[in-house]
Each structure stands twice: as C-alpha cells, then as structure tokens.
C-alpha cells in the first residue's frame, strides 16, 4: 500500500509540473484571447458599427447592440457592462455610444446610456470605471415615494472623452461632462465639471491639479 501511495504520489506531482509548464507558456492567457475574439465574432453582426481585431471578454455584458458602435483595436476587459438603453420600464430611449479606435478598456468598467458617449480614439482607462449619462429620475421632490429602480431614467447631458485620455482606477464620469485631449483623470475621481485639453485632475469632485 505504502508503494502504491508514494507511485501515485510522484505522479501527482508530474502532473502539477506539467500544468505548471503548460500556463508559463502562456496557455492560459492564449485561452483567454481565442474566447474573447470568438466572442467579439459571434455577436459582431447585432452593433450598430463593428470595426476590426476587437477583444470582449467573454464575462463582459452587452446590452442594447444596435446603439453601440465600436472602431478598430478596441479591447474590453473581464467582467464590464456595456449598456445603450433603448427601452427601460416601458420608456424608450434613443442612446448612441461610440468607442473609437485603440481604446482599452479595464476590467469591471459600467458604461451606461439613454442619450450619447462618445470615448475618443487611444483612450486608456483602469479598473472599475463608471461611465454614465443618465441617472434614476431627475432629483425632483414629487419621485421621492418611487423606488429608484422603478424611476424614469433622466439625462442632463452626454458624455465626450477626447483622444488620448488616460482614466485610472475607479473614476466616476458623470452626465453631461466632456474630457479634453490628452488628459489624466486620477484614481477614485468622481468627475463632475469639464476637464479641458492638457490637464491632470484628482479627487471628488475632480479638480485640475496641473496643467500639462
């Protein structure tokens, strides 16, 4: 008995250093690539516009296909929502999100519409971010008695990232806010006024903390 366990022994081992050889060449990563273009292709023909070499997660959601327009080389990371609503309890909508060419967007990310989103070309977030043109009602004391889920999605405004924009960790972008070229949005930042062109901004509310 004491044979068979120290046989069975070696060959659990092996087997682990095999399984560690398969993943450092990078099996796994490869794995994670092949489903995420076969998932991109299998739900291409339902956007509004699909362009070329585009990377969806496989854990990521999409809603609302037919609104959403995505150019070449975008990359949407693991467990997001990506969201154009056409209709909401009954209400309907006429949202329209663009991505633009070369945008990377990280894991977890909330991007949602009723009315426009455009994120410009070269974009660059982290992890975490929440994008939204819309809110659950409009603030107004008479919606009070209504539970938010059941409130009319309410716009102030869309939202305009330019190119080359760098948003990190766990920034909120809130409606009717437009992000000039080139600018870093810092970690936790909750972006409520306009950031122009060229500019560092941090905290919440956001506040331009350098010009570039």
Sequence with gaps: MNITYRFLKKIIFKLGVLHSIVLTSGFHDKKVAILGFFKAGSLSRYFKYFGKNIFIHYSSEIIGFNSISIK?????????????????NGDIYSPNI???????????????SINSIYIGKNVLTGKYI??????????????????????????????????????????????GIKIGENSIIGSNSVVTKNIPDNCIAAGNPARIIRII
Excluded at 73 to 88: R, S
């Design 72 to 88: 070449d080389n975008v990359t949407l990371a693991a467990n997001g929502t990506l969201a154009a609503w056409n209709e909401y």
């Design 98 to 112: 663009i991505i633009d060419e070369g945008t990377t967007i990280g894991e977890g990310f909330h991007i949602t």
């Design 130 to 175: 929440t994008i939204s043109d819309n809110s659950h009602g409009s603030m107004d004391k008479g919606e009070l008695n209504t539970a938010p889920a059941k409130r009319k999605l309410f716009s102030k405004g869309g939202v305009y990232i330019g190119d080359n924009v760098w948003i990190a960790d766990k920034v909120t972008i809130l409606p």
